[in-house]
């Protein structure tokens, strides 16, 4: 079981930047896939960005692709998100995401792919 804790989140000025941290417990983090997902109000949870286990992989949305940048310290059990250029339409609960891995050097892209999630951070930009 891995038990895993976003923060970093808060109230920025549309331009500005956070660092969003998700860190794990209860199991080493370093098998372990990560994703970051958000969700604004009265929409769906929406896909952000993936790692795999050694961070050699990532990929990104296409809304958030060269603003973003997701990066881990296994060493730490913590994976960041490093948001810059933020917009409004940025505003939203962000989620971490793990998933074990047991071959290969992937990362996962859809909500039913994690098995263990975060309580969620809020990110609010002000235009």
């Known amino acids: 079981q891995v038990l895993l804790v976003e923060s970093g989140g808060g109230l920025v000025q549309a331009g500005g930047s956070l660092r969003l941290s998700c860190a794990a417990s209860?199991?080493?983090?370093?098998?372990?896939?990560a994703g970051w997902f958000r969700q604004a109000p009265g929409k769906e949870r929406e896909f952000v960005t993936a790692?795999?286990?050694?961070?050699?992989?990532?990929y990104y949305s296409d809304s958030v692709k060269g603003r973003f940048t997701v990066s881990r310290d296994n060493g730490k059990n913590t994976v960041y998100l490093q948001m810059n250029s933020l917009k409004p339409e940025d505003t939203a609960v962000y989620y971490c995401?793990?998933?074990?891995?047991?071959?290969?050097?992937?990362?996962?892209?859809?909500?039913?792919?994690?098995?263990?999630w975060g309580q969620g951070t809020q990110v609010t930009v002000s235009s």
């Open positions: 790692i795999s286990w050694s961070g050699g992989n990532t």
């Open positions: 995401a793990g998933r074990l891995v047991t071959f290969g050097n992937v990362y996962y892209t859809r909500h039913d792919d994690y098995a263990y």
């Open positions: 209860g199991r080493a983090f370093g098998a372990y896939a």
